[in-house]
Nanobody, 127 residues
Framework: QAQLVESGGGLVQAGGSLRLSCAAS????????MGWFRQAPGKEREFVAA??????????DYADPMEGRFTITRDNAKNTVYLAMTSLKPEDTAVYYC??????????????????WGQGTQVTVSS
């Protein structure tokens, strides 16, 4: 059974940066998508970003509010995906969940997308 473990969350001031990591174990996702979702208090979980290696090219997709501020990368040798977040805003405060499996284009189209989920890491942005 696959397991996803997130790290790197924390408290940061508005305008600051954080880098989240998610290490997968139990199976390899090198040819499948990995990505991030988030859920703010009182809101539904929403898509953040996804990435997949297809052929020899990495393809990434971002939710519009994150485009230009967040960057998703992955290291297939480590079975790990990262999310670099810059210019953070208080509205970015949420629990960030790692996800894996499926195709990256499906991550923004619920209920399609990932097959596996992490437990989440809290990101809090103070104003």
């Amino acid at each position: 059974q696959a397991q996803l473990v997130e790290s790197g969350g924390g408290l940061v001031q508005a305008g600051g940066s954080l880098r989240l990591s998610c290490a997968a174990s139990g199976r390899t996702f090198s040819r499948y998508a990995m990505g991030w979702f988030r859920q703010a208090p009182g809101k539904e979980r929403e898509f953040v970003a996804a990435i997949q290696l297809i052929g020899s090219t990495y393809y990434a997709d971002y939710a519009d509010p994150m485009e230009g501020r967040f960057t998703i990368t992955r290291d297939n040798a480590k079975n790990t995906v990262y999310l670099a977040m810059t210019s953070l805003k208080p509205e970015d405060t949420a629990v960030y969940y790692c996800a894996a499996g499926g195709a990256y284009r499906d991550y923004a189209k619920p209920p399609g997308g990932p097959d596996y989920w992490g437990q989440g890491t809290q990101v809090t942005v103070s104003s």
